[in-house]
């Protein structure tokens, strides 16, 4: 028996990483009976076939978490990557990703990409609305080769899963970061200005900095259905934060008096942008619970 991680599964067969190497394993038909599938980033156990690298995997160890879109198992790091220009910023996506990566438990890291096509005031506004909402913020750019490097030691020894709209350039900072990959990128439509999809399934790949990545077009999902109003709060790290200084435990952080959040607002210790932007999702919320 062997201790492993799926890496990739193709029409049933799921390859498997162990000290030993690579072995195309097949599950045992009891995981269809629990009706549990394995997934990539999977840790299993399997039992080998003598004379070759294939085996069966007899058991899937406990998930730390499981996402839907991509489908994948023990994540434990999510780079939300945005583009400076071309596409521009939408920062109201950029914080529904983020919402969705702090409901999943993810440690969570902004990359900024593209700071060649731009100027250091535009850069440096968004580095400070999420640097003081407590996130770590990377700034990249492929053609100039700038933060890879430190983009490499973010991601040593995590499964990390790279998340953002399509065209940001999500692939060609993995090319930058391991050439070996060769993936492929995608062009900018010129007529949206938007980005072509380009990867298709998911896969772990090993890099050789340490940790491993998924090859996916990260969360397709933005669904926040889960996550009520009372919840919400919890996954705004700043607002979080300020809100144990309200006089009410209930405190929505709206009209209620003696409000942490709203006193750090206004001394400058959460961005307007982002206070706004909870207020927006508050408000999304509330009208779909009423519908």
């Known amino acids: 028996m062997l201790d492993g991680i799926i890496m990739k599964g193709i029409g049933g067969f799921y390859y498997v990483k162990t000290d030993e190497g690579i072995y195309e394993c097949r599950a045992r038909g009891l995981f269809r009976k629990q009706k549990i599938k394995p997934l990539i980033g999977d840790k ?103 933060g890879i490097e430190e983009l490499k030691v973010c991601l040593k020894d995590n499964i990390t899963v790279f998340a953002g709209p399509s065209g940001v350039g999500k692939s060609s900072i993995l090319n930058s970061i391991q050439p070996k990959f060769e993936l492929k990128t995608g062009d900018i439509s010129q007529k949206t200005n938007r980005g072509k999809h380009t990867t298709r399934s998911a896969e772990l790949m090993e890099l050789s900095c340490g940790g491993l990545v998924v090859d996916t077009p990260g969360f397709s999902s933005l669904d926040i259905s889960n996550i009520d109003e009372n ?34 607002l206004e001394e400058g210790k959460i961005s307007k942008e982002r206070y706004e932007s909870y207020l927006n999702l508050m408000d999304e919320i509330s009208k779909r619970r009423r519908y």
């Open 231 to 264: 919840g919400l709060k919890e996954f705004y790290r700043e607002i979080k934060k300020f809100g144990c200084n309200c006089r009410f435990n209930s405190c929505m952080h709206k009209n209620e008096p003696d409000c942490g959040v709203k006193e750090a």
């Open 44 to 146: 299993v156990c399997i039992e080998v076939t003598q004379g070759d690298k294939t085996g069966y995997i007899k058991e899937i160890k406990k998930r730390m978490n499981e996402l839907i879109r991509p489908t994948v198992a023990n994540v434990s790091q999510a780079v939300i990557v945005f583009a400076i220009k071309n596409p521009d910023p939408n920062l109201w996506l950029l914080d529904r990703f983020l919402l969705v990566a702090e409901e999943k438990g993810l440690n969570v890291l902004i990359c900024i990409n593209k700071i060649d096509l731009s100027n250091e005031k535009e850069i440096s506004d968004i580095i400070n609305i999420y640097e003081k909402a407590g996130y770590k913020v990377i700034v990249t750019s492929c053609k100039q080769h700038k």
